[in-house]
């Protein structure tokens, strides 16, 4: 009740050595440039204000609604927090709320706490604050779909990192952790994309001060469009690419030196493994995915009208 | 909500207890980093390990099976590393048919599987016993010893402070929203009750943001309060922590045990 533990926290044990460093240094030299920007442009005020919004973003992740047959949807939070406090603030707040459930939940390990502070805080932030920032100076109900396409993009792409983060520590296999990661977030994640999109509706409604266009832009650069754009596209092309041509992605990551060489052949073992309800080309499923992008964009965007005409 | 509904503090006394906050947090850390070093099937010397784990706990007065009994908590994550039962050629133990496909338990494969799930399990029960021995707020100050920049453990000491505040705000919002959504008795027995998911969506999503502006909101009163106290900026601590000579004698013979471990893993 006070807590439901998530399935993108990774706990200790289950990356390699390897992996974990590799996570450990992306996550603290971008933290070091958050902090030192943050320092920079914002007063000693903002720190009790991100303290707060950390302590909500824990609580927040305790709101949650029935969906059916005893799932529920409920709040992850680092797109929220990147469009409401700015990327950088954003990544703070969220390094703080993981690393507190690792560090006193036993939520998430403390070794792999990179790899998870990277997965649910950096790359959902950026995700969140990119696209988000992309349509800034357009109307109300554009925000909000793109806000909802956001949130939810940035919980496939913690999925999407995890499973690699997994297949490269020789954890799990390729072609079962990506499709099973994305698809079972594909819902959490459109629990997230509504409840963003509610919440950020109601925050316009009642003090808009607080998402006005000014601070908004002043908070990153418009840099930013173009990571939450890349990464986008990343997650786009790399996870059908990795559900149906995982022997590709296999060679590149071995070409890397990144998979040892005991797993090369591991697929002797089942040649005739195929994930049957996906293309065989890799294009084709590059364009479903495409197409389930857009698909998933009309829906926020049609419940983004409904709640905003209800209320 | 009581202030420390979410702490996992355990009190005694105790030398694990009396020890600096930054050894427990060092010797943990090398403790979790040695387990994800061992080589996979290295038994006897995960068998230390976990002799090493029962000592520590024997030392903490807080009983033997103490972290045992919270020690499952990263297992649903097991799932997930299922797969590698039938990934890692070598000789095949048993096979069994799933709907179209034949799956081949190999022997590599079950050792692969064990190893992560005995790493994971040994690692999560240390971090388990490093916040029952120690309080949060020392917690925090040792990262800020080691380097942890102050930005980040000034917002975690916020954010641990303000949690069950707002944990109360919470379970306002949701005693509300159960007073006002007419559950049915069927709804008792977990059915859905209320409108459509869209709708219990918009709800929960008015409840976030009304969350929101209640942090967003209390934070400046928060600050304003502390301004009036004297804040300048930066926390600071009555209590300076101090490592004294059994501080510097056990972290060192931990860390040579955690060494021999890792020999003996290899041997």
């Known amino acids: ?311 | 909500m009581h202030f420390d509904a979410f702490d996992r503090y355990h009190h005694a006394t105790s030398f694990i207890h009396r020890l600096d906050p930054r050894v427990k947090v060092v010797v943990t850390i090398a403790y979790i980093l040695s387990n994800t070093l061992l080589p996979d099937g290295a038994w006897i010397a995960f068998g230390l390990a976990l002799l090493f784990l029962l000592y520590a706990n024997a030392l903490s007065n807080l009983g033997m099976a103490f972290t045992f009994k919270r020690s499952f908590v990263a297992l649903p994550f097991a799932l997930v590393a299922v797969t590698v039962l039938f990934s890692i050629p070598g000789q095949p133990l048993t096979t069994f048919h799933f709907i179209m496909w034949d799956f081949t338990i190999t022997d590599m494969g079950l050792l692969r599987f064990e190893s992560i799930l005995v790493r994971s399990w040994l690692s999560v029960q240390m971090a388990i016993l490093l916040v029952a021995t120690t309080r949060f707020p020392d917690l925090i100050h040792a990262f800020e010893h080691l380097r942890v920049p102050s930005i980040l453990t000034t917002i975690i000491a916020f954010l641990y402070r303000y949690l069950f505040v707002l944990g109360d705000e919470v379970f306002r919002l949701l005693r509300a929203r159960e007073a006002r959504s007419a559950a049915s008795p069927a709804a008792a027995a977990g059915t859905r009750s209320g409108g459509s998911v869209a709708w219990r969506a918009r709800v929960a999503g008015h409840m976030a943001g009304q969350l929101f502006l209640r942090s967003y909101e209390r934070s400046d009163r928060v600050y304003n309060a502390m301004l009036a106290r004297g804040y300048t900026g930066h926390l600071n601590t009555m209590n300076p922590h101090e490592l004294h000579r059994i501080d510097y004698i056990s972290m060192a013979s931990a860390l040579i045990v955690i060494l021999v471990l890792q020999v003996v893993g290899r041997l």
């Not at chain 1, 459930?101 to 950026?126: E, K």
């Not at chain 1, 698809?183 to 997230?192: S, Y």
């Open chain 1, 1 to 311: 009740m006070l807590y439901s533990p998530q399935a993108l926290h990774i706990p200790d044990g289950f990356l390699s050595i390897i992996i974990s460093i590799i996570c450990w240094v992306i996550t603290v030299s971008t933290l070091g440039i958050a902090i030192s920007r943050t320092n920079k442009s914002l007063g000693e005020k903002q720190v009790p204000l991100m303290g707060m919004m950390a302590a909500f973003i824990f609580a927040a992740q305790m709101i949650n609604f029935p969906i059916a047959g005893g799932t529920s949807g409920h709040l992850l939070g680092g797109a929220l927090a990147a469009i409401t406090l700015g990327p950088w603030a954003g990544m703070l707040v969220m390094t703080a709320v993981i690393g507190v459930q690792g560090l006193l939940l036993q939520d998430g390990g403390l070794l792999v706490m990179g790899a998870n502070i990277l997965n649910m805080g950096l790359l959902t932030s950026s995700v969140g604050y990119g696209l988000y920032r992309s349509v800034l100076g357009k109307g109300q109900g554009m925000k909000l779909a793109v806000a909802g396409v956001a949130a939810w993009l940035s919980v496939m792409t913690g999925a999407l990192a995890t499973a690699l983060q997994l297949w490269l520590s020789g954890t799990a296999r390729l072609e079962i952790v990506v499709p099973a990661m994305l698809t079972v977030h594909a819902l959490i994640g459109l629990g997230e994309a509504l409840i963003t999109v509610a919440a950020l509706g109601f925050i316009f409604r009642t003090r808009p001060d607080l998402l006005d266009e000014e601070s908004a832009s002043a908070q990153g650069s418009r840099g930013w469009v173009l990571a939450g754009i890349a990464i986008t596209l990343l997650v786009l092309l790399l996870s059908p690419f990795a559900s149906s041509n995982p022997d590709g992605l296999e060679r590149v990551a071995s070409d890397l030196g990144f998979l040892q060489t005991g797993q090369a052949s591991a697929y002797q073992i089942l040649p005739d493994y195929t994930i049957p309800f996906l293309g065989s080309t890799p294009l084709s499923t590059i364009l479903a995915g495409a197409a389930g992008l857009i698909v998933v964009g009309l829906i926020i965007a049609l419940l983004g009208q409904g709640l905003k005409a209800k209320s």
